[in-house]
């Protein structure tokens, strides 16, 4: 059984974490991409289907091809960022469950094509919100964003591997204080919670 | 700027964490639901939707009418837990931007309905990533499920919503060891991720 974390763990992951829209110029190292992945791989997901695929965005070609796919006031955030992951998800996840999930053959579960999406979706989201809150569990910060062409990105980056698709993109670095807003407004328990 | 934080912390959100079956006789009390809560709503979400919409199952009664909807494996494990969580989403969410996004009418950013839906998956299934990992950081465990009937779950509890659809579930308690089996194999860094 464990106790909580301290609150300042608590303020760094959640209550005073924002989203970044610029970063300090202080680089981000290929090792610490692999300790965020080494900490996402174990964040459950169903039947330990692990249906995101990451592509980190850390030259300046991969950044700009990526920013010309993103809204404009994108762009700069995309090609500023020491680094923009790309949080897509593979549609045929199955493939890989012999070795993720050996003591049972589950890719019958999934043979549905919609099922398939949908688990696709779900699981790479919450791997998603695992990468952002492990980010910050290792002292960077995130940038998630959603104001993008899907469609380009894929094109872009996955052509060679259709069944492959973009679901958000991040921005990754240590985040300028200067470059972020007032936080947004959050409600209390009983506007968006019940107990039954 | 943050520190990492300690492998303590970090196992206790990701390395060692494990998804529970069964949970020790322990009771889990509505403030540390609330509690749970006033970690996840600082969770990013795209233009601050905050789709989800939770209902804590902790009556024997709302338990039973969920395992009702469940497979057979999954009915006990959330008879028994102290709390299961349904994480649900609001389909029509853009009606409360006006109070969480209130710089810019948000609205029409998710006028279409393909969109909406994709948006309240993407991001409510994010705020299911928050939620297992702020009840980890709290000292909780959790068990989350999708094998269950959403259109069941979506007529026995948002009848009365039905711009609610229920997205996954998930149990909550203080975790029983005995009722966890071998840690399922994760992937390293080079078969799911790539640096561009």
New interface residues.
Partial sequence: ??????DT??D????T?R?YNGY?DKPVS?DQ??AI????????T?A?V?P????????DA?KARLAACASDANKPKIESAPVTAIIAM?LEFPD?LP????HVDARPWFADETVRQ??A???S??????F???A?????D?G???GFDNAAVDAA?FADTPRVKS??ISTLG??DPATIFGR????D?DL?????
């Fill in positions: 059984m464990s106790e909580p974390l301290s763990a608590l760094q992951l959640f209550r974490a989203s300090l290929a991409l692999r992945w080494d900490l996402v791989k174990f964040g459950p169903s330990n692990l995101s695929r990451i592509v980190w965005c850390v030259s991969a593979d890989h070795t993720l999930f050996p949908t688990t979706m779900r699981n989201s919450l791997q998603g919100g695992y952002i809150l492990a910050r569990a290792l002292g960077l995130t998630p964003m959603s980056f679901n958000f240590y985040g947004l407004p959050r409600p328990f968006f919670n019940t107990i039954a």
